[in-house]
Every structure is written in structure tokens, then in C-alpha cells.
């Protein structure tokens, strides 16, 4: 803790001699001149061979993750790519990998691994890797000594020279890395190509200052810097103006927005702006730290018009004393005064959190004291995670919880948290929810959607209700969704 306690002062130092930065111009320039070029290549390769070479992108991780994704989908469809759901039928296949936990890493591996057949089937074929994983150390040597197939790896810092990257690639043939530009600047103006026509990420940060001592995105994603407001002003309103219906503003920590620049205005003053915007749509965001998440966030909530009544709140452990070992730097008391006050402002508000079961050191108390908690605060919803060492993190160095007990307890959490989640979804019966639809879903002959808190309802839809708000009027409950008809 006192490790972590350290790197998270150091960080603010360096972080104060940074303040929030945008990439120039000029270097946008660059990538936009490479974009064409790459677009000129495939082109020229259309006209003598007849096809239009595709592009595939495959994602792990967070939603930040989804959000580069749509920039990397986006960059190539301005190379001239068309873009395929099909690992088999590509010419270029990107890779976005994430680092939160081992389990991620090895699917993302694993995947790596069996491309090597169809760079053998086809020698033209080209692979990146990119993202969270490729943005340690010891995972860029993993790549380059035992993927010899990867053409080029690049970190989360690095996402706007991906076209550079790929142009050199074609032209000089070498495999290359550009894992540590250091750079740390937000690139504005990067093409992007949107999963769904009436959902939408947008990310307003990136990085984290924070390091939690278990986590490892402090590492691979780099300091703390925020997009300008005008900038996620004039997004949020395209997208309004383009019929989108769900806008999710992202970061690692959206209370820290702005914080590390002389602007003026915080992440509330961010909100207020965006909840001015007319139209008929919902804002979210996510994630928030509860060492700084305070009444002015929920006041702002209360007090707006198109914020859901929905807060995702991690809590991590209902344990001080562990609290403290994560360098989380709140303690329980804080967290369920945050909790009150949110209930209060907002009483239909929907809260969720995530918790990390077996952190180093964790014993049966500290573990009841955490079931006791998701007691006490009833979350409509839990993401929960058996902790997963990280290299090079603090967490990772301590005493750790033998496996058995790790799945005991988590098992035991779930048994929990599902009884809960059950009781706070059966008052919602009888009621009528707005719910976005998704279209049909994996549930035969139903169509599914999500309320304003993000709950996932079922209903008997058609086709023509997908990307509206439909009204549901609830008729069953179970832990994970909502069952009912359409209304009116
Ligand atoms: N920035 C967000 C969380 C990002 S990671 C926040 O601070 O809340 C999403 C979740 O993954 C975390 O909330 C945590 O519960 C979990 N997580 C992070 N590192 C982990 C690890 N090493 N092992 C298990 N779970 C982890
Ligand atoms: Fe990781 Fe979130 Fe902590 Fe940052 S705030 S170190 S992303 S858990
Ligand atoms: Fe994974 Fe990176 Fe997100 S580590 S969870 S993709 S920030």
C-alpha cells in the first residue's frame, strides 16, 4: 500500500508538469496523409485484382476498449477497407486486446495463436495487435518471440498512428512496435465507425491515476487527460442530431474529468452542458471512483433532465482494512454515506458495483464484512471478480488467497448477491418501464431492451421497434431481467 500509496504521488507530480494535452494538429496531419496513402494502396489492389481487401477487428475488455475498437473500424473503413465479421475472408485483422485480468489475456492469445493458420493459408494477410495487453513490457516480447506472425504492435497511447503504422508495414515489410510513445495526448478528429445506429460510447478521458495496488490500467493506459468539453459537446450533439438515443460518456475515473487542466469546469459542469442538449435520449457514464464521487455529481443528476437515474459505484470490498490494502482510499463509512445521500436525492436510482473477491490477504471476517455490505446496500446489480494477479502491480507481491477459497467465496457472494438482485427487481412489477429496444433476442420469439437503469427487459417485439423507446408494462421478475408486454 505505501508502494502504491508512492506511485499514485508520482503520477500527480508528473501529471502536473503534463496537464491535459491535445495532439497537434501537424501529427493528425501525418496520420490523415498515411490514411490516404493506405487507401490509394487498396485501390490500386481492387483495380488489378477485382477485390476490395477487408478488414476484421476483434475486442476484449472494457467498453473503452469497444470505443477504440470504432476508431480502429473507423480508421479503416478511410483506408478504403470494408470491414468483416469474418477472421477468415480478411486482408488486415486487428486485435484490441485487454489486460484486466489473466483470463483476458490468454483468450486474447489464444485467438493470436490460431491466426498463424490463416497467415499460412494466406502469406498477404496482416495482423496487429493493439491495446491494453501489448501496452506491457513482457507482452510486447511475448509477441515478438513467440507470434512471429504479428506484423505490428501498438499501445493504448499509440491508437491515432495505427495508419502510419500499417502504411510502413506495406511499404518496407518490417514488423514494427510503437509500444512506449509516451506521448499521452488526446487525438481529436480520428474517424470512427459506430456498432449500433442509436447507441453510443463516447469517451471523455483516458488513463488513470489511481493505481489501485491490484489493477493494472494505470500502467497500460497511461496519465490522466481529458477531451475538451466544446469538443464532447459538439459529439454528444451529432449524435443526438443523428437519432442516437443512448450516449455513454467513458473514462476510468469520470470524476477526475478536467481535473489536471486549467479550464475551469469539472465533470458536474461537463454534465450540465450535455443535459441542455435537446432531444428525445438518455445520458450515462461510467466508471465513477467513490473517493470522488460527492453530492455535486448527484445533485447534478437529481437536478437533470436526461441523466438515467443510474449510478455504477465499484466498491471492491465491504472491508476497511482492505479497502486500505487496495489503495482505494476511501473507507465503508464514505461509501454508504455516498449511498444515503444518492437514495435520497434520487430514489429510484439504480446501483450497481463491482467487487474483487480474494484480494491478497482477505480473510473469512473481512469477507463477511463485505457480504454484510452488499446487505446493507442492496445493489440492483454486481459485477463481481475473483482477483486475478497482475505483474508488476503491488497487489501481486503480497500473500495470496489459495485458489479453493477464491472460488468458495465468490460462489458465495453470487448465492448473495442473487437473492438481492431478485428483491430489488420484483417491485418493478406492475410498473411501466421505457425501455430501448435491442431488437430480437437469443430468448426465443422475445425481443429484448434496457430500462432507464439499465435493466435488461424482455417483451414480444417486431423488428420495427428496435433502436426506439418502447413502454413495457412489467409483468415478472427474475434477478438478471424483467419480463412484460408492450403498453399502449
Ligand atoms: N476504473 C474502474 C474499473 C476498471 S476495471 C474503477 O475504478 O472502478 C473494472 C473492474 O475490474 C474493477 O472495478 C475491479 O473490480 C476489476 N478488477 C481490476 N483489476 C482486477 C484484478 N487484478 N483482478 C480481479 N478483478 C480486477
Ligand atoms: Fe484500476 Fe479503476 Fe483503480 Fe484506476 S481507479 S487503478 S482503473 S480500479
Ligand atoms: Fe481491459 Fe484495458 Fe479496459 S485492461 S478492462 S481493456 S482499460
Not at 491515476?209 to 490500467?217: E, G, K, P, R
Request: hydrophobic letters at 35%; one cysteine or more; charged letters at 30%.
Amino acid at each position: 500500500n505505501i508502494v502504491a500509496d508512492k506511485r499514485t504521488k508520482r503520477a500527480e507530480r508528473e501529471q502536473e508538469n503534463m496537464r491535459d494535452r491535445i495532439l497537434p494538429a501537424e501529427e493528425t496531419e501525418k496520420q490523415r496523409a498515411f490514411m490516404d496513402w493506405v487507401r490509394q494502396n487498396n485501390d490500386d489492389c481492387e483495380r488489378t485484382s477485382g477485390v476490395r481487401r477487408r478488414a476484421f477487428v476483434l475486442t476484449f475488455g472494457c467498453q473503452q476498449n469497444e470505443a477504440d475498437s470504432e476508431k480502429i473500424a473507423g480508421m479503416c473503413e478511410s483506408m478504403g477497407y470494408v470491414m468483416t465479421d469474418r477472421a477468415e475472408e480478411a486482408d488486415l485483422i486487428m486485435v484490441n486486446t485487454c489486460a484486466i485480468r489473466e483470463h483476458a489475456e490468454e483468450k486474447a492469445l489464444s485467438i493470436v495463436g490460431q491466426y498463424k493458420h490463416l497467415k499460412a493459408k494466406k502469406p498477404s494477410l496482416i495482423i496487429g495487435v493493439c491495446g491494453c495487453m501489448v501496452s506491457q513490457e513482457h507482452r510486447q516480447n511475448d509477441i515478438k518471440f513467440r507470434y512471429p506472425y504479428v506484423d505490428f504492435i501498438f499501445g493504448t497511447g499509440s491508437l491515432h498512428r495505427f495508419p502510419g503504422l500499417l502504411a510502413e508495414k506495406m511499404q518496407r515489410g518490417k514488423r514494427l512496435y510503437c509500444v512506449d510513445a509516451g506521448e499521452d495526448a488526446v487525438a481529436e478528429g480520428l474517424p470512427v465507425r459506430r456498432e449500433s445506429g442509436y447507441r453510443a460510447w463516447v469517451s471523455i478521458m483516458y488513463g488513470c491515476n489511481n493505481f489501485c495496488s491490484y489493477c493494472i490500467v494505470p500502467y497500460v493506459r497511461g496519465r490522466e487527460r481529458s477531451r475538451k468539453k466544446e469538443d464532447i459537446v459538439a459529439e454528444v450533439q451529432g449524435l443526438v442530431a443523428q437519432g442516437y438515443r443512448d450516449i455513454t460518456l467513458l473514462g476510468q475515473n469520470v470524476n477526475s474529468y478536467a481535473k489536471w487542466s486549467d479550464w475551469g469546469y469539472d465533470f458536474s459542469d461537463l454534465l450540465r452542458e450535455l443535459d441542455a442538449i435537446e432531444g428525445d435520449y438518455v445520458l450515462r457514464f461510467m466508471t465513477s471512483h467513490p473517493k470522488d464521487a460527492g453530492h455535486k455529481l448527484i445533485d447534478t443528476i437529481a437536478d437533470s433532465r436526461r441523466i438515467a437515474h443510474q449510478l455504477h459505484l465499484p466498491m471492491q470490498s465491504g472491508s476497511d482494512r482492505i479497502l486500505h490494502e487496495m489503495n482505494r482510499r476511501y473507507d465503508t463509512a464514505k461509501y454508504l454515506e455516498t449511498v444515503e445521500y444518492l437514495r435520497r436525492r434520487v430514489p429510484d436510482a439504480t446501483l450497481t458495483s463491482d467487487i474483487i473477491v480474494g484480494f491478497p490477504g482477505e480473510t473469512e471476517e473481512d469477507f463477511a464484512a463485505t457480504l454484510e455490505m452488499l446487505r446493507k446496500i442492496r445493489f440492483d446489480m454486481l459485477f463481481s471478480f475473483i482477483y486475478s494477479p497482475r505483474k508488476g502491480t503491488p497487489a501481486a507481491e503480497m500473500e495470496q488467497v489459495p485458489d479453493e477459497v477464491k472460488g468458495r467465496r465468490f460462489r458465495e457472494l453470487l448465492e448473495v448477491q442473487n437473492e438481492i438482485a431478485l428483491s430489488r427487481n420484483q417491485p418493478l412489477v406492475g410498473s411501466v418501464q421505457r425501455v430501448l429496444c435491442d431488437g430480437v433476442s437469443k430468448n426465443p420469439a422475445l425481443f429484448s431492451g434496457r430500462n432507464e437503469g439499465n435493466k435488461i427487459v424482455f417483451f414480444p417485439g417486431s423488428e420495427e421497434d428496435t433502436g426506439r423507446f418502447i413502454n413495457v408494462r412489467i409483468e415478472r421478475a427474475e434477478a438478471f431481467a424483467l419480463y412484460g408486454e408492450k403498453e399502449g
